[in-house]
């Protein structure tokens, strides 16, 4: 057995939850960051924060990777799969 041999991760594992949130947003014709008045407290930090708890807790990040890799730059619908569907169709 070869000990050397480094483990490598997919590409999947360097993205961030909160980055790919972001990616989807940003195809969705969204700014990533919200705006001042979306952000104001407490119901916009506490969307975002919740929106980015889902990210982080979702067990599709390989999926939603390999999706962001395949789907068009400009999307009308966020993938069916995000926990964030509900909030991404509001927003």
């Not at 969705?28 to 952000?39: K, T």
């Not at 929106?51 to 966020?78: G, H, N």
């Amino acid at each position: 057995m070869n000990w050397n041999h480094k483990r490598t991760a997919p590409a999947a594992a360097h993205i961030f939850p909160a980055q790919r949130l972001a990616e989807v947003s940003a195809r969705l014709g969204r700014d990533p960051a919200p705006s001042p008045l979306a952000a104001s407290w407490p119901a916009g930090v506490s969307l975002l924060a919740q929106m980015v708890d889902a990210c982080q807790r979702c067990d599709a990040d390989e999926v939603c990777s390999d999706w962001l890799a395949r789907a068009p730059k400009k999307i009308a619908t966020p993938p069916a799969f995000c926990p964030n569907v509900d909030a991404l169709k509001r927003s």
